[in-house]
């Protein structure tokens, strides 16, 4: 008898187990593939290509045909195009059905044939802007009027390759050229330091205090912290144009208010001078997003033991020293995740400033920037290049934020 | 021991701020309300608040420091002095005012002030009163700084141009127009379609719903309950997704889509949506899966069933609560999502509501119509917030992640 030995590497049950979790993960890890990843690469592929917004529609071959009665004589006319102004087409090919009744008597052009009554034609390149007509006397039996309706009915097909400049082998550096050139760049990174560090520093300082606020109970606590999470719920959009309209320096109430108090002397355009606009929309992300830090640090709080605090009252500690000695200790924990995560994501938000100024009266961000310099300069190469930049600082911050969570429990 | 550890320096001081924060919220609130000048008294609050902490040391109970104070702010602002200056307000306007202060002053200030001796006092009581005030001042600062722009979004769907910009501080509503005052929003459901963006935005938010648990559910039981390689390593970087920035996203995906002619669809939304929610719901339920005793779904499997039999009769019933706060979650990312309908929908044949909000930000309509969308697109999610408060709360403290 052999010694029994225990098996070593996976059974076939760990196989399985194995696979059917793939198979269950597949869909998933398909769909972000596709939809995070790729886009991923794609930045990073077009940020080095010189592609504008108008560059998204490949140039194509356009044909238009008419039946004209020149003098006496009637024309088949055809009109080529090339539908972008400065890229070339090569091998184009076009076929048509000549409607019966309509037969042909002048030359067609030489890269032209007739067969039976097709014609096919071949034409190697049209060069950007290309727009030639190329007339053909017929001659039509029986109504010319009905000719024309046959001639409309049956259209003609044309196709044609052209150079797609996503895909071809050119690449440049004037993205980045064109992102770095200047002080731009670095204002527009001081900027959205700023926003970043006081938006997240200002969330989670009123997150705190509210959450302490309501860590007791007494009647209404419940309906305050629906209300105070009220913030965070509601779409962006429209609490972003609620602010606008309540700061509006012509109408708005924040002003009028503000004057009436005799705390300013004339109406100031919050969202619209500096540095007001910046201040503003910082103050935007703290109010918007401190019912998540709220949440959050209320949850732990409930969660810390009482007899912790009972102790300390033996001990004869004042609240302040409570507070400072075993409440904060106890909160270090989910505030310093609650900093990485909005650090994270306030550096990531577009959708609050853009509908609060439109980047304007300096309060130009990175992600403010993308938008900017793809839609409306239209240049997709030189947002995808900010885009890339903005991706590198978050590598940067997620190595960060991966070293505090695996320390980190609970989220 | 430092100064302000004496009664009759600390009390005067708290109900000095105290005053004058009460001022400047019953200001506030009712030139919002009814758009007369009322204006808080720096100087005046400062004096009455400290002739009234002077007072509430000396006298004995709660119940009669409350009173005094009450009754003293309310007899100065009905004689239109006082720390609330009332110019131009009606006498009924002075008496809610008045009243407003006075219980604002008098019943908190008593509450504050109650275990303060007159003389020294220990850190306990110190401590304790400066908590009360901030407790105060919190609760006020919160409640408004929330209550103020959805007020006033509110009111000024309610209102007309004109009236806007005669005083933007009288939001005062008048009743007997009836119907009329809700002519913003026949005009949005009428002329600007917005019946139709209602109910596209809720199909679109339900179907993100379906698809993300369809995708979500089978992948989270996987990480939860299945032993493979790499699932350490998968359930982490399922979050350092949310670490890409969506306008990073969008840009390829509006190239993708405009080449494929998916920009412009609401079957693009539907295929875009699910998958910027899919992580997070997968994340949620795996924390979930994990907690749920593994041996019933082994007596399951030991009865016969298989893997996805079990999912279906086991795991599914056992996580209906983390089922609907995930359900809730993604429908309130889908319902307000904006940037990818705004980059991705041109015709206005097919615009969510969010981004039929955003077509209203133009000069020629009229700011009552885009308060009036951001109040039809706020009130769905609202009301489900509301009901279901319960469900969403877990489902934010969960995912925690909308960016």
């Not at chain 2, 307000?336 to 955003?358: H, Q, V, W």
Request: hydrophobic share 55%; net charge neutral.
């Amino acid at each position: 008898m052999t010694e029994p030995t225990p098996p070593t590497g996976r059974g076939a049950l760990a196989r399985r187990e194995a696979r059917l979790a793939w198979s269950l993960l597949f869909p998933t890890i398909a769909a972000v593939a596709l939809v995070v990843v790729l886009p991923l690469f794609a930045v990073f592929w077009i940020s080095f290509k010189p592609v504008g917004l108008a560059d998204l529609r490949p140039p194509t071959p356009m044909v238009r045909e008419s039946l004209r009665t020149r003098g006496a004589v009637p024309e088949l006319e055809y009109r080529l195009r090339n539908s972008s102004q400065d890229l070339e087409i090569t091998d184009i090919f076009l076929s048509d059905t000549l409607p019966e009744g309509v037969s042909l008597t002048g030359a067609l052009p030489d890269f032209c044939r007739l067969d039976g009554r097709e014609i096919t034609c071949r034409l190697d390149r049209m060069e950007g802007g290309y727009n030639e007509r190329f007339r053909i006397a017929v001659t039509v039996a029986g109504d010319i009027e009905a000719a024309e309706a046959a001639l409309e009915g049956s259209l003609p097909a044309i196709r044609g390759s052209s150079d797609n400049i996503l895909t071809n082998a050119t690449f440049t550096l004037d993205n980045f050229r064109r992102v770095f050139d200047g002080g731009e760049f670095l204002a527009t990174l001081g900027v959205t330091l700023f926003y970043t560090v006081f938006g997240t520093i200002g969330a989670i300082l009123l997150g705190l205090f509210s959450a302490l606020l309501l860590n007791r109970s007494f009647r209404g606590q419940g309906i305050l912290r629906g209300l105070y999470l009220f913030p965070y719920v509601a779409p962006i959009i429209a609490v972003a144009f609620a602010w606008v309209i309540l700061f509006d320096p012509f109408s708005g109430s924040a002003n009028a208010l503000l004057v009436q108090m005799g705390v300013t002397t004339g109406p100031i355009n919050f969202f619209g001078e500096r540095p007001w606009a910046l201040i503003m929309v910082t103050l935007f992300a703290m109010w918007g997003y401190f019912p998540l830090c709220f949440l959050f640090t209320l949850a732990r709080l409930q969660s810390i033991e009482t007899d912790m605090y009972e102790a300390a009252d033996m001990d004869g500690a004042s609240p302040f020293q409570k507070f400072r000695y075993l409440t904060l200790p106890m909160l270090l924990g989910i505030l310093s995740v609650l900093f990485l995560l909005r650090f994270i994501w306030t550096f990531n938000k577009f959708d609050d400033i853009f509908l609060l100024t439109g980047g304007g009266a300096g309060t130009r961000t990175l992600t403010v920037a993308v938008y900017e310099q793809a839609f409306a300069v239209s240049n997709i190469g030189a947002g995808a290049a900010v885009a890339v930049v903005i991706f590198l600082c978050l590598l940067l911050f997620s190595l960060l934020f991966f070293r505090f969570l695996s320390r980190e429990e609970g989220l | 021991m430092t100064a302000l550890h004496r009664g009759y320096i600390a009390a005067p001081l708290i109900a000095a701020v105290w005053t004058f924060v009460i001022a400047i919220t019953v200001a506030v609130a009712m030139s919002l309300v009814t758009g007369d000048a009322y204006r808080p008294s720096l100087t005046l609050s400062a004096l009455c608040g400290a002739a009234l902490g002077w007072a509430a040391l000396a006298l004995p109970g709660g119940r009669a420091v409350a009173g005094l104070c009450g009754a003293a702010v309310l007899g100065l602002t009905l004689a239109g002095t006082g720390p609330l200056v009332t110019e131009g307000a009606g006498p009924a306007g002075r008496l809610v005012a008045g009243a407003l202060a006075g219980a604002g002053i008098g019943w908190p200030l008593a509450h504050i002030l109650r275990a303060m001796p007159r003389g020294a006092m220990g850190r306990h009581e110190f401590e304790a009163a400066v908590i009360g005030l901030l407790s105060g001042i919190g609760y006020i600062f919160f409640t408004a700084i929330v209550v103020i722009p959805f007020y006033v979004m509110v009111m000024t769907s309610l209102k007309n141009q004109s009236e806007l910009m005669l005083n933007p501080l009288d939001f005062s509503i008048d009743l007997s127009k009836g119907w009329a005052l809700f002519r913003s929003y026949g005009e949005l459901l009428t002329e600007f379609n917005f019946g139709l963006y209602l109910w596209t935005s809720f199909y679109v938010s339900v179907l993100t719903v379906l698809i993300t648990l369809l995708f979500s559910v089978p992948g989270a039981y996987a990480v939860a309950r299945l032993r493979f390689a790499g699932r350490a390593a998968f359930s982490r970087s399922i979050l350092l997704i949310y670490m890409v920035p969506m306008i990073v996203l969008a840009l390829p995906i509006y190239i993708a889509f405009s080449t494929t002619g998916l920009r412009n669809t609401i079957l693009g939304i539907v295929l875009i949506y699910p998958v910027t929610t899919i992580p997070v719901a997968l994340y949620m339920l795996q924390g979930y899966f994990r907690g749920l005793p593994a041996e019933v779904e082994e007596a399951g499997l030991m009865d016969g069933l298989n893997r996805l039999q079990v999912i279906w009769r086991i795991t599914l019933p056992l996580s209906l609560p983390a089922l609907a706060s995930v359900a809730l979650y993604v429908f309130m990312i889908a319902w307000n999502e904006f940037l990818l309908a705004f980059m991705l929908l041109d015709d206005p044949s097919k615009f969510t509501l969010t981004r039929g909000i955003a077509s209203l930000n133009s000069s020629e309509i009229p700011r009552q119509h885009l308060m009036a969308g951001a109040v039809i697109a706020t009130v769905p999610i609202m009301v489900i917030f509301l009901g279901l408060e319960r469900f969403m709360t877990r489902g934010l403290t969960a995912g925690a992640v909308k960016g």
